[in-house]
């Protein structure tokens, strides 16, 4: 059996595959010509990330695939529901890259509330003619500690940001339309371990009251969060997206950054990715990354693995 890992997957997981008698092709194809490509090869597991879409067109004239995987989270660049009612299976790795899209929104945080993002700008160009004034202009961070930081959905990821933040001093506050509560559990050296129980808010709560905000909702067919939603946050809030680009109106963030309103963001993800607005790129106050939640060796190495473990279940008998 033949599995095209048209946009990558990590060594262990083709190990794994190979071990179990698959041949699994590593070729990035051109989504032009994948159609073709599937078709020639008798490709029967396809197996994709974010850049390679699996539309109408592919499950129609593809009937030798068997399963469509999604190495991540959001599926919405495949047409599940349409795969499925034509007999195909969709898999996705919804637990193994939480841990590390967690910590990129820690990074943009502190990096945000001490400036580090612009810091590493201007330090280089300027460090060694302009440093006291760059030392004032850096000057006034803020902590997180005692800080209340409001997580917009709060499935594994969401949950896994509440961890750290718990860790780091913060209050927490959470909404998500569909979890009431979730246990939160903090696991130390020794192998203690402490449970705590956090009930969901309405998001008008948690708009109104946090210092930061953090969104980890999937792709929605409007903007959660716009110009209405952050006229009602607080002054000098800070928000980090690193969940799906369109959810927040970056139209609005730039106003709200201008008047005050947002003392900075941060964004992993884009509403035009992958040409992000120039207006986005060059402002000072935002923290910028180029999509890269999921990517650290470690998480590859889970979705690999989880990919690979989940085809064989399904097609080993």
Known sequence: MKILANDGI?????????DAGFEVLTVHVAQEQLQNYINEHKIEVLLVRSATKVRKDIIDNCPSLKIIGRGGVGMDNIDVEYA????????????????????LVFAHLFGGVRFLHD?????????DTRFKELKKNYGGGRELREKTLGIVGFGRIGREVAKIALGCGMKVIASDREVGEADITLTFYDGQNIT?????APIDKLIKHSDFISLHVPSQSGYLIGKEEISKMKEGVGIINAARGGILDENALL?????????????????????????????????????????TNEAQDRIGLELANQIISILVK
């Open 10 to 18: 990590s060594k262990s997981g083709i190990d794994a595959l190979n």
């Open 84 to 103: 499925r009612k034509n007999g195909i299976e969709v898999i996705n790795t919804p637990a193994a890259s939480s841990e590390s899209v967690a910590e």
């Open 119 to 127: 810091s590493n700008r201007n330090m280089p160009l300027e460090g």
């Open 196 to 200: 705590l129980k956090i009930k969901t």
């Open 255 to 295: 106003e709200a950054i201008e008047d005050g309103k947002v003392s900075f963001a941060a964004l992993d993800v884009f509403e035009n990715e992958p040409t992000p607005s120039i207006k986005i790129l060059m402002h000072d106050k935002i923290s910028l990354t180029p999509h890269i939640g999921a990517a």
